[in-house]
Structures are given as C-alpha cells and as structure tokens.
C-alpha cells in the first residue's frame, strides 16, 4: 500500500524559533499533498492544499507567512512552522493524494513549543 | 459547502457487545465517504470508504458502513467489539471537485470495557 511518512515524529523548540517538518510519499507521486492541525481531542482541520511546483492554497484563518509550505518534488512537502509560539503547539499531520479516494496519511508530527 | 458531524464525542460499550458510530453529512452532489480510524498519537488509517454502488461497505478489521441517502448519513457499525478497537473514529466526506480535499467530523472517541 502506499506510504507517507513525516519527519520528525516529535519535536520540542523554543519560542521564536523556527521548525520544518518534512511529508514524503514513500512509494508513489503525490501531485497534491495536504497539511492539517490537530489540537488535543479535536478532529483534524485542514491548513493548506499543497501542490507540486506551485503555490500552496491556505485555508481561511491559516497565516502563509507563519506556515511556509514548499512541495519543491512529487514526493516531498515540507511544512516551516516559523517563529514558533506555545500555541502553535500541535499535532500536524500531512496526506499525498493517489488519485481519487487514495488519500494517504502520514504517522504525524507533534510539536511543543516552550 | 460540506460538513460532517458525529453526533456523540464518547461511546462505550463492553468487549463482544456490537457497535455502530453515527455519521451525519451534509454535502451538495454524490458524497464520497470515509470512516478513519485513529490510535493515540498515531496518523489516520483508513477503515473503509463509499464512492458508488452497494450502499453497504465492508472495511478492514471487521467493520462496515451503510450509506443512507435519504437520512444523510453513513454510520460505521462492528458486530462484536475488541479490546484494540479502542480509539478515536473520524468520519469524512470527500469533495472532488477541490483537489480531493476532506472535510471531517469531531470524531468519536471509544473505549471498550473488559
């Protein structure tokens, strides 16, 4: 089946710092990958539809300058949480998408802020 | 624009005793449905999906859906319970037409009694 990963699975930085996260889709091309936000016991919402070679697309209420997203390849997005704050602590997970209905999800990447 | 709710945050039934996880939707045209499954800490895997046809959907470790246009809705139901299925659901409702975006519920979290 196909697999996404990310990197790192957890990560701790200080405020004001920034963090990357990396999604790759392991054994197939993902034209479209999607990067959503997780808070503690709450459902996953979407930030960014991030294609390949272009622009991301960023939800409403989601700052671009903040949430840098780059998908420079069809098998890597990466997502640059920039001047980090303790409330950008979240559960930030990435899907590549297959084709219709093949959305694949990566294992997550919990950050933490101090 | 669609939306998706699951009307109930926490369920808990006995080990063996039978299931069913309501999802209610509500979209435009055809909706592609998924019912995902979550561990602590962990990415979504998919449990099963509806694009077409029988309205009755078999997923993975013994799960299946019915989808029921005239009530909107797409409930995940299991005859019997383990132990493992302790974890959050997420139902979602798939828009094509925007790049295969998802759009999920509040999801449902279960616990099983030994």
């Known amino acids: 089946g196909a697999v996404v990963s990310q990197h790192p699975s957890r990560v701790i930085c200080k405020s004001g710092t920034s963090v990357k996260i990396e999604c790759r889709s392991l054994d197939f091309q993902a034209t479209t990958m999607f990067w959503y936000r997780q808070f503690p016991k709450q459902s996953l919402m979407l930030m960014a539809t991030?294609?390949?070679?272009?622009?991301?697309?960023?939800e409403q209420g989601v700052e671009k300058d903040k949430f840098l997203i780059n998908h420079a390849s069809l098998t890597l997005s990466t997502l640059t949480v920039t001047s980090a704050h303790p409330e950008d602590s979240s559960f930030y997970i990435c899907?590549?998408?297959?084709?219709?209905?093949?959305?694949?999800f990566g294992p997550g990447t919990r950050l933490t802020v101090t | 624009a669609q939306s998706v709710t699951q009307p109930d945050i926490h369920i808990t039934v006995s080990e063996g005793a039978s299931l069913e996880l309501r999802c209610n939707y509500s979209y435009g045209a055809t909706p592609y449905l998924f019912w995902y499954v979550q561990s602590p800490g962990q990415g979504l895997q998919l449990l099963l999906k509806?694009?077409?046809?029988?309205?009755l959907v078999q997923g993975i470790k013994g799960f299946e859906a019915e989808f029921k246009r005239s009530q909107s809705s797409f409930n995940l139901r299991k005859p019997s319970v383990h132990w493992s299925d302790a974890a959050e659901y997420f139902c979602?409702?798939?828009?094509?037409?925007?790049?295969?975006?998802?759009?999920f519920g509040g999801g449902t979290r279960l616990m099983v009694k030994p």
């Open positions: 979602a409702v798939g828009d094509y037409n925007a790049g295969n975006m998802l759009t």
């Open positions: 509806y694009f077409s046809g029988d309205t």
């Open positions: 899907s590549g998408v297959l084709g219709i209905g093949k959305q694949y």
């Open positions: 991030s294609n390949e070679g272009s622009k991301a697309t960023y």
